[in-house]
């Protein structure tokens, strides 16, 4: 099914860009340096909330490690995720640099900042259906039906992400992996601080690479105002709820993106162009940056 979706998915772009003026391309200047040269500056900002998140990991595991292998680690974690489905695959980076007794905590908490990330996704996508509608409709004539509906699943995925622990007691009680995770054993006050943090740091986040993609487009010549940056959001959410191979949701997000802002504006070829360069400004160059590291973890291991 992942497969299929993903296909048809590629496809979709694929009819998409078909019906571009390719000499527009050429044409495409940068309109506003400074947010150009801003957007790709903000890389660091969001790489920085993730290795937040992973510091945080480290922390409740209480595993004493040196700066310079958390830093490697959280690097070959993100070469990991760029090759894995939905970035998911993460911890595979990680969990390299520490003994084996150590790995099965990291892979679980891990777990739970990666939930966070896809929540946070989430909420701010509902957040935008809720005051512009779908893509196709930028008036605010949801029945209250549907806004009922919405903002329910919000409170629905905020309550189901804080009882993820609770769940994962429930359906691994019995394995002998999760009887050795120490996390799980806390209180319940400490478990909630925990993924408090990790929600938090994940919304900040998610603003950070908002931004980015508002910059790049504006920097463009694209319009700026407010409903850009909700549009931007339901870009991430739909990209989000779509299932990736690999390479850090490429081709996806950029589906997304001609159909959710090609009825905000013509000037597609803006989107398309914007869209990649975001791609490999935050997934591309990072994934090189952390390419030695992982060959490191690899030799480690062995």
Not at 143 to 153: A, N
Not at 189 to 213: E, T
């Amino acid at each position: 099914m992942k497969i299929f979706l993903f296909a048809l998915v590629v496809y979709f772009l694929y009819v998409q860009v078909q019906k571009f003026d390719f000499d527009k391309f050429k044409s495409l200047k940068i309109i506003n340096i400074s947010f150009f040269i801003l957007g790709i500056i903000l890389l660091v900002l969001n790489w920085f909330f993730e290795f937040l998140k992973w510091n945080e990991i480290i922390q409740i595991t209480k595993i004493k490690v040196e700066r310079k292998i958390k830093v490697k680690s959280f690097l070959a974690g993100i070469l990991t995720g760029f090759l894995t489905p939905n970035l998911l695959g993460n911890f595979i980076g990680r969990i390299y640099y520490f003994p084996r007794r150590e790995r099965i905590e990291i892979v679980y908490l891990t777990f739970f900042s990666n939930a966070a990330q896809f929540f946070a996704s989430i909420i701010f996508g509902l957040i935008s259906i809720l005051i512009i509608g779908f893509p196709a409709d930028f008036e605010i004539d949801l029945s209250g039906i549907i806004v009922s509906f919405i903002s329910l699943l919000i409170l629905i995925c905020l309550i189901f992400y804080f009882n993820l622990g609770s769940l994962c007691s429930i359906f691994f009680k019995n394995k002998k992996w999760f009887s050795r995770i120490n996390f799980n054993e806390e209180s319940t006050a400490f478990n909630f601080n925990f993924q408090f943090k990790q929600l938090i740091i994940s919304f900040l986040r998610h603003g950070v690479f908002s931004f980015q993609y508002f910059l790049m487009l504006t920097s463009f010549g694209i319009k700026a105002d407010f409903v850009l940056i909700l549009l931007i959001w339901q870009v991430f959410f739909w990209s989000t709820l779509i299932p990736s191979l690999w390479l850090g949701k490429l081709g996806i997000r950029e589906s997304m993106a001609l159909w959710i802002l090609g009825t905000y504006t013509n000037q597609l070829e803006i989107v398309l162009c914007s869209s990649l360069i975001l791609w490999f400004v935050n997934q591309g160059i990072t994934a090189i940056i952390a390419f030695p590291f992982f060959k490191l973890a690899t030799k480690k291991n062995d």
